[in-house]
């Protein structure tokens, strides 16, 4: 039975001890009665996103139904009710990374005490995803100390593992020893274009060739449950090597609310993996991508945010070679406070270039 849309806090589970219960346990905003706020600052006034339509990344995609005790399944969470598969599938027809890391963290975060949170996770991805069967995650709770818990998750397919995920929780401290880098200096969301707004913007220029038109159309019509506003954005067309950096704004479509930080964590984690591996392409683009797929994802929790607020997403890409990339990631809140740390390698198996390929 998936998870009902009724209003509960991620749930802790019961002691090991507990006999599981067949009921499911579900990780979705505070309560149903909490009334969307006006805007994310919560300044009152009215904006123009919808904030009654609360995020598809928390009513389902997150929303794991819980099989026994440390046992979970994606199988009727994840529906989305226009396909009837996987919420949203990228066009390498692998399951997004970014969903599995999200509700492996769903999972690691229903077998911890309320009081701590996520401060960390490292994933292996070690086998692709099949979109077309659902995703079990089995919890080893590997241990629990006074201030930090450990959890290693499994993702399983088809009796296989696809990710391996080790999170650390921890509860909240204090300390006198605080620094961060300064935010970089962009334009702010409101002086941008969302990515749908470009790709229209694109399509209106009679200059655009079939090509760009069609793979153009097909970027728009993918339910992506993100919002991203990209800054210096390429034009589409440009052929030329740029630097391996990128920012762009990126929010949760749609409404989450206070919640709790496990969920803007697990939100955060899905957000995370978008367009992050292609800052190692930028450079390249004289070569034709045959494969590519993230190898792993790390994450590091600095302070509270809110994943359906825009945070500012400063990418980078210090290394590429012996077809692999890393790339290293920053989330920043719109206040100049340094939420999130990521860092992912990828591997990427490209066409020689048409210079190479006439030697
Ligand atoms: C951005 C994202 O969200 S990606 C989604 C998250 N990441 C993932 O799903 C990756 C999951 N992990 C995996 O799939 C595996 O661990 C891999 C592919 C990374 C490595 O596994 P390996 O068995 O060593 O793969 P290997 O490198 O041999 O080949 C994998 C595929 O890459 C392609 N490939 C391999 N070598 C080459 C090459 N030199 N040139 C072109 N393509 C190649 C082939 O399609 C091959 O598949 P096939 O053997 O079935 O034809």
Same mark, same amino acid.
């Given at each position: 039975?998936?998870?009902?849309?009724?209003?509960?806090?991620?749930?802790?589970?019961?002691?090991?001890?507990?006999?599981?219960?067949?009921?499911?346990?579900?990780?979705?905003?505070?309560?149903?009665?909490?009334?969307?706020?006006?805007?994310?600052?919560?300044?009152?006034?009215?904006?123009? @996103?919808?904030? #009654?339509?609360? &995020?598809?990344? =928390?009513? /389902? +995609?997150?929303?794991?139904?819980?099989?026994?005790?440390? !046992?979970?399944?994606?199988?009727?969470?994840?529906?989305?009710?226009?396909?009837?598969?996987?919420?949203?599938?990228?066009?390498?027809?692998?399951?997004?990374?970014?969903?599995?890391?999200?509700?492996?963290?769903?999972?690691?975060?229903?077998?911890?005490?309320?009081?701590?949170?996520?401060?960390?996770?490292?994933?292996?991805?070690?086998?692709?995803?099949?979109?077309?069967?659902?995703?079990?995650?089995?919890?080893? @709770?590997?241990? #629990?100390?006074? &201030?930090?818990? =450990?959890? /290693? +998750?499994?993702?399983?397919?088809?009796?296989?593992?696809? !990710?391996?995920?080790?999170?650390?929780?921890?509860?909240?401290?204090?300390?006198?020893?605080?620094?961060?880098?300064?935010?970089?200096?962009?334009?702010?969301?409101?002086?941008?274009?969302?990515?749908?707004?470009?790709?229209?913007?694109?399509?209106?220029?009679?200059?655009?060739?079939?090509?760009?038109?069609?793979?153009?159309?097909?970027?728009?019509?993918?339910?992506?449950?993100?919002?991203?506003?990209?800054?210096?954005?390429?034009?589409?067309?440009?052929?030329?090597?740029?630097? /391996?950096?990128?920012?762009?704004?990126?929010?949760?479509?749609?409404?989450?609310?206070?919640?709790?930080?496990?969920?803007?964590?697990?939100?955060?984690?899905?957000?995370?993996?978008?367009?992050?591996?292609?800052?190692?392409?930028?450079?390249?683009?004289?070569?034709?991508?045959?494969?590519?797929?993230?190898?792993?994802?790390?994450?590091?929790?600095?302070?509270?945010?809110?994943?359906?607020?825009?945070?500012?997403?400063?990418?980078?890409?210090?290394?590429?070679?012996?077809?692999?990339?890393?790339?290293?990631?920053?989330?920043?809140?719109?206040?100049?406070?340094?939420?999130?740390?990521?860092?992912?390698?990828?591997?990427?198996?490209?066409?020689?270039?048409?210079?190479?390929?006439?030697?």
């Amino acid at each position: 039975m998936a998870a009902s849309s009724g209003g509960k806090k991620l749930l802790p589970e019961p002691s090991k001890g507990t006999s599981a219960a067949s009921a499911h346990s579900s990780i979705l905003r505070k309560s149903s009665s909490e009334k969307p706020v006006t805007e994310a600052t919560g300044s009152g006034s009215k904006s123009s @996103r919808n904030e #009654d339509l609360h &995020s598809v990344l =928390v009513t /389902s +995609v997150l929303n794991l139904e819980r099989l026994d005790l440390d !046992l979970y399944s994606n199988e009727h969470s994840n529906r989305c009710t226009f396909t009837g598969t996987h919420h949203w599938v990228p066009r390498s027809r692998m399951l997004f990374g970014g969903q599995i890391v999200g509700q492996a963290l769903v999972a690691a975060a229903m077998s911890v005490s309320e009081n701590i949170y996520a401060h960390s996770l490292h994933c292996y991805f070690v086998r692709a995803g099949d979109p077309k069967v659902p995703v079990l995650y089995q919890v080893d @709770r590997i241990r #629990d100390g006074k &201030s930090f818990s =450990v959890r /290693s +998750v499994k993702a399983i397919q088809h009796g296989n593992p696809i !990710l391996i995920c080790q999170s650390s929780f921890q509860r909240k401290m204090e300390s006198p020893i605080h620094h961060q880098f300064t935010m970089p200096v962009v334009p702010s969301p409101n002086e941008l274009l969302t990515q749908e707004e470009l790709i229209q913007k694109y399509l209106r220029d009679p200059a655009l060739t079939e090509k760009y038109k069609v793979g153009l159309t097909k970027l728009l019509a993918e339910e992506v449950p993100i919002e991203i506003k990209p800054i210096n954005p390429p034009e589409y067309y440009r052929r030329v090597a740029l630097e /391996s950096k990128q920012h762009f704004w990126v929010r949760a479509r749609g409404y989450i609310g206070e919640g709790n930080m496990k969920l803007h964590c697990c939100v955060a984690a899905y957000i995370s993996d978008y367009s992050f591996l292609r800052t190692a392409l930028l450079p390249h683009f004289q070569y034709k991508v045959k494969f590519m797929a993230s190898l792993d994802h790390s994450m590091w929790f600095h302070a509270p945010f809110r994943s359906d607020e825009w945070m500012l997403y400063e990418c980078e890409s210090p290394w590429a070679g012996s077809c692999r990339g890393l790339v290293q990631g920053r989330l920043w809140k719109q206040d100049g406070v340094l939420a999130v740390s990521c860092a992912q390698e990828g591997v990427f198996y490209v066409k020689p270039s048409a210079a190479e390929s006439k030697l």
